[in-house]
C-alpha cells in the first residue's frame, strides 16, 4: 500500500538532539515514537527528529528499548507513519480497515509470528523475546489498537502529537497543559488586545 501523505521537512539541526522526559510524554513507545515528527498538521513547520541511525538509536536508547544491529531508514520511517496514521485516524473515528492491515502487516514482518491472549481487557499479543526495536515498538502499537485505552488516545492541537487522556472524564485537549495550552492561551490574549487596540483607532474616511 502506497503513502500518499506529504513528506516530512528534515530536521535543519544535525547536531544530537537531547532527548527529554517531555519526549516520552505517553511512557508508550508506539505513540512516542510517531511523536518524533512535530507540527505533522502543519506543512511549513513539519521537523523529522529522526534523520538518521545514530538519531534513531539514541531515541531508542532513551526509551529503554533493545535496539537491532540491522535498521534502515526506510524501515524506521515506514513503520512509524503506519503507527502515526492508524492511531491519528482513530482520534474520533471508528479505526480505519486499510491503516490497520498495514499495522498488522509490519508487526507481522518485525515481530513474528502473531500469538494473542485473550484477558480481561480484551485480546493482547504476546511479546517475543526475539524482537528488535521495531518489533517491541510495534508490541506496543498493536497492543494499545487492541485495548480499551485506544478510545483515550487523542491529537494535540497545537503540535500535532498524539497523547493518552488519562483524565477521569477525558477533559484533557493538550499533549502537555503547560507548555501547548500556555501558549494557545498567550495567542487569544494577545489577539484579544490587539483586536481591542484596533477598535480604538480613530478611523480615517477619504
Keep these: 500500500m502506497r503513502n500518499n501523505r506529504r513528506p516530512v521537512k528534515q530536521n535543519r539541526s544535525q547536531t544530537p538532539l537531547h532527548w527529554a522526559e517531555h519526549h516520552f510524554i505517553n511512557g508508550h513507545p ?17 521537523e523529522d527528529r529522526l534523520t538518521n541511525i545514530k538519531l534513531v538509536r539514541s531515541w531508542g536508547r532513551a526509551a529503554g528499548l533493545p535496539m537491532s544491529s540491522a535498521l534502515s531508514m526506510q524501515q524506521v520511517k515506514d513503520v512509524r507513519e503506519a503507527i502515526d496514521v492508524f492511531f491519528r485516524g482513530v482520534t474520533g473515528r471508528k ?11 509490519f508487526y507481522a514482518v518485525n515481530a513474528s509470528p502473531l500469538h494473542f491472549v485473550r484477558t480481561d481487557d480484551g485480546l493482547k499479543p504476546l511479546r517475543r523475546n526475539g524482537s528488535g526495536f521495531l518489533g517491541h515498538v510495534l508490541h506496543s502499537a498493536v497492543a494499545l489498537a487492541l485495548a480499551p485505552s485506544l478510545r483515550r488516545v487523542k491529537a494535540c492541537p497545537a503540535c ?14 493538550w499533549c502537555i497543559t503547560a507548555l501547548c495550552g500556555n501558549r494557545a492561551k498567550t495567542r487569544r490574549h494577545y489577539r484579544r488586545r490587539k483586536a481591542r487596540t484596533n477598535a480604538r483607532l480613530p478611523s480615517h474616511s477619504s
Design 30 to 46: 508506539a505513540l512516542d515514537f510517531a511523536n518524533t515528527v512535530v507540527y505533522r498538521h502543519l506543512p511549513d513547520r513539519r
Design 160 to 173: 500535532g502529537w498524539l497523547f493518552l487522556d488519562r483524565t477521569r472524564n477525558r477533559s484533557k485537549r
Design 95 to 105: 479505526p480505519d480497515v486499510r491503516s490497520w492491515r498495514r499495522l498488522i502487516h
